[in-house]
């Protein structure tokens, strides 16, 4: 018989939903009773709310105001802010890093949580590496900066804007292709009006589908209506469109035409985290961890998984969706089902049950469209559901009170055009001219663009 150990080690991979909500549901599980180490290890040491990603990309929300510490979520939990490089299943130990060039950590587990989420799927078009992604928060900052940037880019050159310069593609019209569009066209529309010479040419969007139409994650009937909110915005939707090839400036479709543009965006599916295909535990096709309907994994007892990187069956055997408001709720029952597991008592472990209480969707403009309970809402209602909704999901008083102040000053305010500087003087361009400045060869005679 397996004796339990007396203070035992359970270990979180990965602070987004899953992981930090299932440290939280341990903590509360565990509240008087000090015999066990939590710990959680991630590579930002804070908790990002991706619903909000699209405000915080178009500048409606400070991006900070988006995310949360995790230290401040959790309370005797022990952060670890590294980057999880391998896991000896052997040993029973996560290795991570910190940072590049310090030192390797290595930290043992009794139990171990993966809750590593997935990455954006460059797998399913050639040439996805040519497209930007929309997942992380530094993604989102560094889109806002890109498109104001592309206006004054083309607010500096001559009569004639050259093609592409501003026209966005977004691929992929699932829930995150169709919301990131949605706050686009709002965001392009607004600022427009401070680039008198770019806005000559309008801007223009296409949204692809591979699919048969936009956001199969809603009824057809509310999927319609955001096509058609997005349309009269200007937004041509192409689907049953599955893209041949991404190229640096252009997307070709599948009879061959092409799409010239600077502006790719790739939301077409996500993937397994890659750390995942080091590990020798038990997979679904997709490459997700396979886990039983208790969130353990089918081939190591000592392993769980769940969010965006376990597949869990329902009770039809079908995986649940990859939404964060599946991974809150598989949070709670996987921390009960450690729990326990390390209690011992033989006591059953609980099964996931869930079925979704609706999908809401913000389309810009203050305007959404979704599903709560049986009730179908589309328009200001939606959207502002959908604020209300995500506002009260997240987490602490503090960062609730600065996204309704954002809120509040983007009622009465205009978008913000400033383009925060990324790199400092480790831009690449700055280092180009202090070449030129220390006499290095002078690049070939350019082009001018003559401004009358
Ligand atoms: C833009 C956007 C909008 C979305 N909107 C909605 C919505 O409205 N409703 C909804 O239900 N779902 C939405 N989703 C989906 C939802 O965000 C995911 O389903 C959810 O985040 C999954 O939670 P997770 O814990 O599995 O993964 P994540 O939340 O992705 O967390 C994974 C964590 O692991 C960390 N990590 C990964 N690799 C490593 C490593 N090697 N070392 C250390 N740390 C690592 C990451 O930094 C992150 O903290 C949206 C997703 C996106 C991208």
């Not at 680039?195 to 589908?209: D, W």
């Not at 009824?219 to 190229?247: M, N, S």
């Not at 408001?325 to 209690?343: D, F, G, S």
Request: net charge neutral.
């Amino acid at each position: 018989m397996k004796t339990l150990p007396a203070q035992p080690n359970v270990v979180i991979l990965g602070a987004g939903f899953g992981g930090v909500y299932t440290a939280r549901k341990l903590e509360k599980l565990w509240r008087g009773d000090p015999h066990l180490n939590i710990t959680v290890v991630s590579r930002d040491n804070f908790f990002l709310m991706t619903p909000l990603l699209f405000e915080a990309g178009s500048g409606v929300l400070d991006p900070r105001h988006a995310v949360t510490p995790v230290r401040r979520m959790l309370d005797r939990t022990r952060f670890v802010e590294a980057e999880v490089e391998a896991v000896d299943f052997e040993r029973k130990v996560v290795v991570a890093r910190h940072a590049p060039g310090t030192e390797q950590i290595e930290i043992a587990y009794d139990q171990l949580v993966l809750a590593l989420g997935g990455v954006t799927n460059t797998k399913i078009i050639p040439g996805s590496e040519h497209a930007k992604t929309f997942k992380t928060l530094a993604d989102a900052i560094y889109f806002r900066n890109y498109v104001i940037d592309q206006f004054e880019h083309a607010d500096a050159e001559g009569d004639v804007i050259p093609p592409g310069m501003l026209t966005f593609v977004v691929v992929g019209a699932g829930l995150v292709g169709v919301e990131l569009m949605g706050e686009l066209t709002s965001f392009v529309k607004n600022i427009c009006k401070h680039y008198p010479r770019a806005r000559r040419q309008p801007a223009e969007f296409h949204l692809i589908e591979a699919g048969p139409r936009i956001l199969p994650e809603m009824e057809q009937e509310l999927a319609d209506y955001a096509k058609g909110v997005l349309e009269k915005r200007g937004v041509h939707v192409h689907v049953g469109t599955p893209v041949k090839e991404i190229k640096p400036d252009r997307v070709v479709l599948p009879d061959g035409s092409e799409i010239v543009t600077e502006t790719i965006v790739l939301a077409a599916g996500v993937a397994p985290n890659p750390l995942l295909a080091t590990f020798p535990l038990e997979k679904d096709r997709k490459g997700r961890i396979a886990t039983d309907a208790t969130l353990r994994s089918k081939s190591d007892p000592d392993v769980w998984a769940l969010g965006d990187c376990a597949s869990i069956p329902d009770p039809a055997g079908k995986p649940y969706p990859q939404l964060a408001q599946h991974a809150l709720r598989e949070a709670k029952v996987l921390a009960k089902n450690i729990t326990c597991v390390l209690r011992g008592g033989g006591q059953k472990l609980e099964p996931f049950l869930y079925e979704t209480m609706g999908t809401l969707a913000a389309l810009g403009h203050f305007t959404g469209v979704g599903k709560v309970m049986w009730a179908r809402v589309r328009g200001f209602i939606a959207w502002w559901v959908w604020r209300t909704y995500y506002l009260s999901q997240m987490p602490r008083f503090e960062r609730k009170l600065r996204i309704v102040l954002d809120w509040t000053v983007a009622l009465f305010f205009p978008y913000d055009i400033v383009k925060l500087d990324l790199f400092g003087d480790k831009h690449p361009t700055t280092r180009a001219n202090a070449r030129k400045s220390s006499g290095a060869a002078a690049p070939e005679a350019e082009q001018v663009v003559k401004i009358a």
